[in-house]
């Protein structure tokens, strides 16, 4: 059993990750521009962030851990890719475990929010059955996980899910209710990630536009389909720990 000492070389990243923080861009670490405020402010809108104890599992560049902390965030983190963990390690981030299971029973009710972009569907069905109920553990009664993945019910998340040749599962609303059966988990929220509505007049316009061809479309495929399950290729699932 782990003490809960940070432990940031016990899971280094496998080979398959080389070089991706230059294929991701992630050349500005904690840094985070106008439209990423918008997303985060939006996405967050029902989560305790300002003043709570927040867990980000897989902060990649940083940019919300830093948008977080500026908002009167506690913030730790959890990433594999060693030049985020050096950008990390020098801003005084505090680092857990990237295999968080393992210190789970260390940090149990620690945490109000745990945030995890993009990050799922790079574990096997077994690790996100494990990394639920660690999750869990960690979380306060009351306490929320958020999850973005790909929208693997959507032909359209394909476009995000093949991206990544390290992506090992396919999920969904069903998919996790499957894996996290034996938890006190329920669902409060799920859908299309937060659409910004962008700078400018001409963006603002064309996004738009473009959110309205994506729900007319997605009304037509549910009707046709007798289904109603987003269709937009990224979506957001939000559990709350039974409290």
């Known amino acids: 059993m782990s003490d809960g000492t940070p432990a940031t070389t016990r899971a280094t990243a496998p080979a398959a990750y080389a070089g991706y923080e230059a294929w991701k861009g992630w050349d500005k670490p904690f840094t985070f521009d106008t439209e990423q405020i918008d997303y985060f402010k939006g996405e967050t809108r029902d989560l305790a962030i300002a003043g709570a104890e927040v867990l980000e599992i897989g902060f990649g560049s940083g940019a919300f851990i830093a948008w977080a902390g500026e908002k009167g965030a506690r913030i730790a983190g959890t990433e594999i890719n060693a030049a985020m963990l050096e950008a990390a390690k020098a801003r005084g981030v505090e680092l857990l475990a990237s295999d968080f299971e393992t210190i789970a029973e260390h940090h149990a009710g620690r945490f109000d929010t745990i945030m995890a972009f993009d990050v799922f569907e790079h574990f096997t069905p077994d690790e996100v059955r494990t990394r639920l109920f660690a999750a869990e553990r960690m979380l306060k009664p009351g306490g929320q996980l ?43 929220r799920y859908g299309p990630s937060f659409r910004p509505r962008g700078h400018g007049f001409k963006r603002r316009v064309k996004r738009r536009l473009q959110y309205l061809g994506r729900d007319l479309i997605a009304r037509m495929l549910n009707f046709v389909y007798a289904s109603s399950i987003p269709w937009d290729w990224v979506v957001v699932l939000v559990l709350r720990k039974r409290g």
Not at 147 to 167: E, I, V
């Open 146 to 188: 958020l999850l973005r993945f790909p929208n693997s019910q959507s032909p359209f998340g394909l476009m995000c899910q093949a991206a990544d040749h390290t992506h090992r599962s396919q999920l969904s609303q069903s998919t996790i209710e499957q894996l996290m059966v034996g938890t006190s988990f329920s669902v409060v």
